[in-house]
């Protein structure tokens, strides 16, 4: 049995490697290229920091605009698909539409936004907030479904309203967690909307998708280092108002 | 105060847990359950505020019907029966006065209630509750900072802020320590003689019910073994309650 499986695993693998072209002498006979892209890429043009640094600040503006507005926007629909607050009826609808639309990346949204409202950081902000709404609601309804159902039987006997004990009872215990995950979307919100600016959706990938198309690789290494420091310094400070909050 | 007709609970799968108990405590009663554990003590008393639904008979607590009633109705009939839980059921992250405040969520606006908002007159209430479980120094607190003991009278508080005409309490004491045992039932036994309450307390342990009960009530296999003064308590009606010694 254990064997079988193996075989069965190691055809599909080489399957894969002949599928996809997979080849280590290729990667090899690559690496000079590889060399003397980086051996171009120094010393990086400094030239340019300014306009990069413009368009990480564009960067950073469209992540934490689309996360603002997809935390609030997930609320209700967090609360929609949890299995112990919604009624099955309004539970199945909720869990299809959050799947559905959680299945597509933010990358293909913002094709989609860009086509519909033109170039520029707007269609990146609806990108972040398409794909970020649903899949806040998503961790949203998996926190609420996690909560000790105590505190929400002992408001309920309070003679409590519905509204009342989902703030009272369940608000308290899910909060932190939100906040929580919003932090953590934003993080993975400004990796996306880097390559938001490939497709026209603004930003400093706008600007490293020029450079690289110009063949100018010092100004395309100084939008690439200005990248790594801004994800670096946004992730420090979310990381660290996230540990406060656990 | 109490009337409870033929109630009968089955909880799914099918499981009988209350067997057609009929049962009428009168206003000032001090009334123990007494049972084994799984003699369907918790799901009697959850079922006279319709935490759990009955399935067939008839509870009426203070003049409101509580079986049939609509969610108005039967709001307005929670509101008069506090409930003390084994677990205390605290909402743990939040303040200790924000839990007993909890408790007057059945009389205030909706609205501003849910924006965190109570009229000055059942902050006063709440406080004063607070006061007579003798925890007034630490309203400020988190609940999870408290021990276990402190936590039980928080969970008092709470039931005493709802202002009630009856207090249920599920196995109040069975999270704590023995000490704790006599501090939490001489409140009750204080609410019971001071404030005048009728107190519906389950229990499994039989020399604590006697100690405080001014009535016995006794359950077995879902249905009402016993029911008279704590003095008619002999070894045969020990046996009838919990079973022979095997």
């Known amino acids: 049995m254990r064997r079988a499986a193996l075989f069965v695993g190691l055809c599909v693998l080489a399957w894969l490697v002949w599928d996809t072209g997979a080849d280590p002498v290729r990667l090899a006979r690559g690496v000079p290229w590889i060399l003397d892209f980086l051996r171009r890429m120094v010393p990086p043009d400094l030239a340019v920091l300014p306009a990069t640094l413009l368009g990480a600040l564009k960067t950073v503006e469209i992540a934490l605009l689309g996360t603002a507005v997809a935390a609030v926007l997930a609320l209700p629909l967090g609360f929609v698909s949890a299995r112990n607050v919604a009624p099955p009826p309004v539970f199945y609808p909720a869990r299809v539409v959050l799947n559905l639309f959680r299945s597509v990346d933010t990358l293909v949204y913002a094709l989609i936004f860009v086509a519909a409202v033109g170039l520029g950081p707007f269609p990146g902000v609806l990108a972040v907030i398409a794909y970020t709404t649903t899949s806040l609601a998503k961790l949203y309804s998996e926190a609420i479904e996690g909560i000790d159902p105590g505190p929400v039987d002992a408001v309920t006997a309070t003679g409590a309203t519905r509204l009342q004990v989902l703030r009272y009872g369940v608000l308290p215990q899910v909060l932190p967690l939100f906040l929580s995950y919003v932090l953590y979307r934003l993080e993975t919100n400004i990796r996306a909307a880097t390559v938001l600016g490939f497709v026209g959706a603004g930003g400093i990938g706008f600007y490293l998708q020029t450079y690289l198309r110009m063949i100018d690789y010092p100004a395309a290494s100084t939008a690439l280092l200005v990248t790594v420091v801004m994800v670096m310094v946004v992730d420090a400070v979310s990381s660290q108002l996230r540990a406060r909050l656990v | ?246």
């Open chain 2, 1 to 246: 105060m109490i009337e409870v007709a033929g109630l009968r609970v089955v909880l799914p799968p099918a499981v009988v847990a209350v067997d057609g108990v009929d049962l009428v405590v009168r206003p000032g009663e001090f009334v123990v359950i007494l049972g084994r554990s799984g003699a369907g003590k918790t799901t009697f008393l959850r079922a006279l505020n319709r935490l759990v639904e009955p399935t067939a008979g008839f509870v009426r607590v203070a003049g409101r019907a509580v079986t049939g009633a609509d969610p108005v109705a039967l709001r307005a009939a929670r509101r008069q029966i506090g409930m003390v839980f084994q677990q205390f059921n605290l909402v743990r992250r939040a303040s200790v006065l924000d839990n007993v405040l909890a408790g007057r969520l059945g009389y205030v606006p909706t609205l501003p209630s849910l924006l965190g908002r109570f009229p000055a007159r059942d902050r006063d209430l709440a406080l004063e509750a607070l006061t007579q479980v003798g925890l007034a120094h630490l309203a400020g607190r988190r609940a999870d900072t408290l021990s276990g003991g402190e936590q039980q009278r928080v969970g008092i508080a709470r039931a005493l802020a709802q202002a009630p005409a009856v207090i249920l309490a599920d196995e109040p004491t069975a999270s704590l320590d023995p000490a704790l045992t006599a501090d939490i039932m001489g409140i009750l036994k204080s609410i019971n003689t001071e404030r005048g309450l009728t107190l519906v307390v389950s229990q499994h342990q039989l020399e604590t019910a006697l100690a405080y009960a001014s009535r016995i009530v006794g359950f077995r296999g879902g249905r009402v073994a016993f029911d008279g003064p704590p003095a008619a308590v002999t070894p045969p009606v020990v046996d009838a309650i919990y079973g022979p010694v095997r």
